[in-house]
């Protein structure tokens, strides 16, 4: 199962402190780290994400990350390289080092003699497989082994990472997670069949950070509700069109906010033409809108296309 790039740019976009946990050798207060994901140069990579230590912490390593959830034969030069754009790009990082999330190191990433000691001394691999066979793994880390369980095993091994930090200050960082992955994985599906894979309610789900964020549905909670509602007496033509819609009005409203960010404030007129797009052409503008440098490329995408 290959995790979406914008599952893994949530995960730690307003939280990046969130990748602590998992590299259990730093110091206990490491914390304020900043991140990003950068496009470098040239042939225009874009990293999963890079993580800079706050300025007043210049002994932590800068974090480089990569999710790598399938075989790959050119996975580690490729790896290499790309490091060693983001080196010469940056010349501010001194301190540095590479996380690797995968299913398993044993995955057919290429031969690693070419660059072993890169390999060897700067690469940390998290890997989710043996995480979900350790009870004393992160629960983050026990969270993101569900990419890779089959939707049979979902409902139970989700409800007991649940219990395991129920009470707990992780609890509803869990939930946001859960909710994150079952809709990475099972886009498309009913939002009461992905409650019940992760044994959450229908309020805590559509209450969910993923839910109103990461895929753009903050505007359908309503008609998630509604859906609910409409299934349970039988009302499908209801729930398809609350879906769609609230799938449509939630994807204009983040790619508008994202857009703001790149381009710059935008006029009525662009933002009435935006929302007015078909969810199609929506998702196409959201790929496209982080490779924008500017107003005039926002342009010249809505001319093309709408």
């Known amino acids: 199962m290959v995790a979406s790039d914008k599952l893994f740019h949530w995960l730690f976009q307003h939280q990046p402190d969130r990748i602590l946990p998992l590299l259990p050798d730093l110091p206990a207060d490491a914390r304020g780290y900043r991140f990003s994901a ?7 990579y874009r990293l999963d994400g890079l993580f800079l230590p706050p300025p007043e912490r210049p002994e932590l390593p800068a974090l480089i990350l990569e999710a790598q959830m399938a075989a790959d034969a050119g996975f580690l030069r490729r790896l290499y390289a790309e490091t060693a754009r983001l080196l010469q790009q940056e010349p501010g990082i001194e301190r540095w080092r590479v996380v690797v999330l995968c299913p398993s190191r044993q995955l057919h990433f290429g031969d690693p003699a070419p660059v072993a000691e890169f390999v060897e001394q700067r690469v940390q691999w998290i890997e989710l497989l043996s995480a979900a066979a350790n009870p004393t793994a992160p629960a983050l880390v026990q969270a993101l082994a569900l990419l890779l369980q089959s939707e049979q095993e979902l409902p139970a091994t989700s409800s007991a990472i649940r219990a395991r930090v129920a009470g707990s200050s992780q609890a509803a960082e869990i939930d946001d997670v859960i909710a994150a992955i079952l809709v990475a994985r099972f886009n498309g599906r009913s939002i009461q069949e992905l409650c019940a894979m992760g044994g959450i309610t229908l309020d805590d789900f559509t209450q969910s950070v993923a839910y109103q964020e990461i895929f753009g549905r903050g505007e359908a909670q309503g008609e998630a509700r509604g859906v609910a509602l409409g299934e349970a007496r039988g009302v499908a033509l209801g729930e398809a069109r609350g879906v769609a819609l609230g799938q449509v009005q939630g994807e204009a409203k983040v790619t508008l906010r994202l857009l703001s960010r790149r381009c710059g404030p935008l006029s009525a007129e ?26 005039a490329d926002l342009h010249a995408w809505l001319a093309a296309n709408s």
């Open 270 to 295: 662009q933002e009435s033409v935006i929302r007015s797009l078909p969810l199609e052409r929506l998702e196409a503008l959201a790929e496209a809108l982080l490779d924008f440098e500017g107003m």
């Open 38 to 44: 950068p496009v470098l140069k040239e042939r225009e």
